[in-house]
């Protein structure tokens, strides 16, 4: 449905009725409107003016109640869903999809041997009896009980459901890898015994990879966001600061995070969900790294690539899984300033799909960081292309019009997506990290990754001439400076919300299961505004 819209003579009516004169700034008209209409808009009774100020020392305690976590927008209320999620609990998932009864959860900890079995040597070598790091657990949506699915990644953080009924759960380090979960409500303290190799044993120590099954076919890289369509296609971008690491002549100057698409070789039929993991679309398949370029992709000289091309129409070249992060900037792919969670977008009615994912920034850099949208129109592609270029040839994902392996530029017969920027930030709205659709509405709820992190809700673009989102307005911020907002998701009918406060102080807290604990909390009080369905 279109947003709601008010005349002109409404809008000089709301600005007077707000005490703002055509005279001052038309931006903080704009505002005013924002926050005036909150409930028309966003369905919130009335945003929060500022942030939370800023504590200090260990604010956490056995006797707080939900409310002493956040302050929330006028109207929202908070409640404990469980205080005994793993410390540095991140990204959150429903699971089942359809009619959910638990969250699945990432903890972002390193991997750590808790207790050491009777014949451990090394910290990193799992043996029988040894205790690891929780990384995936579930949370029951009714008790808020807590038990640890999956130990011994490191700092998972990206998890998503996947259409056929699996878990996807991923690692936010510079080799992180990618283990798929058959059922997370049947599988309970498995360990990854060696990142390496994969190995993963159940919990009496036996090796077992009928349950989890680490997918070397899709990108190493620090995972966080993931989109998946019902066919397999996975979407990610590697979470990477430009200039991290030397490039093969040894500077500095390499590129930030590529976002990448893995392309199964044997795409899922949509709809049915597997009863093996040998079933699953995660197998086998090419990985291909977005490629923004300086011309449009209908142009003779598509692609054409480099610094300055971030946005805009691209093309998919092909890295190897393995070595994906050198070989995005080896082949030019775009790289981004961290780009942290991605969502596809459940409104998005046209072909393929629609990717938006964070781009953090830095705002000490004055990098206020920014959401970016991508429409890729065949997300499978038909085949591949090359293209030679001095003395590298590139691979390029095919689109329709190819017919087999071509040489060339030329936007016929490239596969290619557009991305554009919907959100940018400013010096009170920066640093976005975690992500968040409302289901019914398209609202967008964006959340920010530092002390006194804050969670925005932002509206889609309207029918407007650009193609920005129309307005964003605060609804939540986490009172303990030490500790940040993440894993925001919304429940199915877009009224509830979910969200971990994470990495906490723990001074004043007990362990649990040999380990810290963060708060999950349920926020509820939202209403679906009239823009929604």
Request: glycine share 12%; net charge negative; with cysteine.
């Amino acid at each position: 449905m279109p947003h709601a819209t008010l005349s002109l003579s409404a809008l000089t009516l709301a600005l007077l009725a707000a005490g703002v004169s055509h005279a001052a700034d038309f931006g903080a008209h704009t505002e005013q409107l924002l926050k005036a209409h909150s409930m028309q808009l966003f369905g919130i009774v009335q945003p929060l003016e500022e942030s939370a100020p800023a504590t200090t020392g260990a604010y956490r305690t056995e006797s707080q109640k939900a409310s002493d976590q956040v302050l929330l927008a006028r109207g929202l209320e908070a409640r404990y869903l469980t205080r005994d999620a793993a410390d540095r609990t991140d990204m959150m998932e429903f699971y089942p999809l359809h009619n959910p009864t638990h969250l699945v959860t990432c903890v972002e900890g390193g991997r750590a041997q808790l207790v050491a079995g009777p014949n451990n040597v090394s910290n990193s070598t799992y043996e029988p009896g040894d205790k690891f790091n929780p990384s995936v657990q579930r949370i029951d949506l009714k008790t808020g009980a807590v038990e640890t699915v999956l130990r011994g990644m490191q700092s998972c953080d990206g998890i998503r459901t996947t259409p056929w009924g699996t878990v996807l759960a991923t690692e936010e380090t510079a080799t992180g890898g990618a283990y798929e979960i058959l059922n997370p409500l049947a599988t309970t303290n498995f360990t990854v015994k060696d990142r390496t190799t994969g190995e993963i044993v159940n919990a009496a120590g036996i090796t077992d990879t009928d349950a989890v099954a680490k997918r070397t076919a899709l990108p190493a890289m620090a995972w966080e966001g993931i989109g998946i369509t019902p066919e397999g296609v996975v979407l990610a971008g590697d979470e990477l600061r430009p200039g991290s690491y030397a490039d093969s002549n040894n500077e500095f100057d390499t590129d930030g995070g590529a976002i990448f698409k893995f392309v199964p070789a044997f795409p899922a039929t949509p709809g049915v969900l597997i009863s093996s993991l040998s079933m699953s679309p995660l197998v086998s398949g090419s990985v291909y790294a977005f490629q923004a370029s300086c011309y449009g992709a209908t142009s003779s000289s598509f692609p054409q690539f480099g610094q300055g091309c971030e946005i805009g129409d691209g093309g998919w070249v092909k890295v190897n899984a393995a070595t994906a992060r050198m070989d995005a900037d080896k082949y030019g792919a775009t790289g981004y300033y961290r780009p942290e969670d991605g969502h596809m977008d459940p409104m998005y009615a046209g072909p393929g799909y629609k990717f938006c994912w964070t781009n953090t920034g830095n705002e000490g850099a004055s990098n206020y960081g920014e959401v970016v949208c991508m429409i890729d129109r065949n997300p499978l592609g038909t085949g591949e292309r090359t293209l030679t270029r001095g003395a590298i040839t590139y691979t390029y994902l095919a689109d329709s019009t190819a017919t087999g392996t071509t040489a060339g530029r030329g936007g016929a017969g490239y596969a290619y997506a557009t991305a554009n920027r919907v959100v940018e930030g400013d010096k009170d709205f920066n640093s976005f990290d975690n992500l968040a659709f409302q289901p019914g509405t398209g609202n967008l709820y964006v959340v920010e990754d530092h002390a006194n992190g804050d969670v925005f809700a932002c509206l889609p673009d309207g029918a407007d001439r650009d193609l920005k989102s129309d307005g964003c307005v605060n609804i939540l911020s986490v009172v303990p400076s030490e500790a940040e907002p993440t894993g925001f998701i919304f429940s199915p009918d877009g009224r509830t919300a979910y969200v971990s406060i994470q990495h906490s102080n723990d001074a004043n807290m007990p362990k649990l299961d040999d380990y810290g604990t963060d708060d999950i909390l349920v926020i509820t009080g939202f209403k679906l505004p009239k823009h929604g369905k």
